[in-house]
């Protein structure tokens, strides 16, 4: 496993753009995916996308367009931006790491409410 | 849009044994789905139990298995305890696109 720690605004205002950084503080980011995960409270899971160590990304069909993930290998951290924000995308976030399909680590999570 | 499939809710009594099941929109859910299971106690980020439908991790407890059952993907908790009571979401992974989906989640309670 490898430890990662979500960091960004606990609020964004509708129509701006919710921006979140994975960092990690063991491991290395090269040969890995790794992942954004949302959960709506209350509610289940949802996988947005994620990014390959050497930049190629993969979206969730009902981000497509809104999201971008990057990575910056150097600093170990890797991020999310999601335009044009509304209550629905009020949830708590969780990045994480994959290895040939194998998902198996988590960050703790970071909550954002879009609230003006 | 893809559509993944799991019981809202099953109840299992202490030391019993049941299934949970992961079911897709597209068809039957085979190896390549590589799917994944996770624990999610509330206000804790989730667990990974189960990757590649059957493998365990090494934090994995014994009592916890993966596997296909009719068409499905299974994960089969057997002498269960109080702590597993839990909700339990699987993760189908489709090739074609390149993507995950997650199920709806199986909340699981220890009565």
């Known amino acids: 496993q490898v430890q990662l720690k979500e960091s960004g605004p606990g609020v964004v205002a509708p129509s701006e753009t919710l921006s979140l950084t994975c960092s990690l503080s063991s491991g290395l980011i090269s040969s890995f995916h790794w992942f954004w995960v949302r959960q709506p409270p209350g509610k289940g899971l949802e996988w947005i996308g994620r990014?390959?160590?050497?930049?190629?990304?993969d979206y969730s069909p009902s981000h497509k367009g809104r999201v971008t993930i990057s990575i910056e290998a150097s600093k170990q951290v890797f991020s999310l931006k999601l335009t044009s924000v509304t209550a629905a995308d009020t949830a708590v976030y969780y990045c994480?790491?994959?290895?040939?399909?194998?998902?198996?680590?988590w960050g703790q999570g970071t909550p954002v409410i879009v609230s003006s | 849009q893809t559509v993944v499939t799991q019981e809202p809710s099953l109840t299992v009594s202490p030391g019993g044994t049941v299934t949970l099941t992961c079911a897709s929109s597209t068809g039957a859910v085979i190896g390549a789905s590589n799917a994944n299971w996770f624990q999610q106690k509330p206000g804790q980020a989730p667990r990974s139990l189960i990757y590649g439908t059957r493998l365990k991790h090494s934090w994995t407890p014994a009592r916890f298995s993966g596997s296909l059952l009719g068409g499905k993907a299974a994960l089969t908790l057997s002498n269960v305890q109080t702590e597993d009571e839990a909700d339990y979401f699987c993760?189908?992974?489709?090739?074609?696109?390149?993507?995950?989906?997650f199920g709806g989640g199986t909340k699981l309670s220890v009565l």
């Open positions: 993760l189908l992974y489709y090739g074609d696109a390149q993507v995950w989906v």
């Open positions: 994480g790491r994959e290895l040939n399909w194998k998902i198996d680590s």
């Open positions: 990014i390959y160590y050497n930049g190629n990304t």
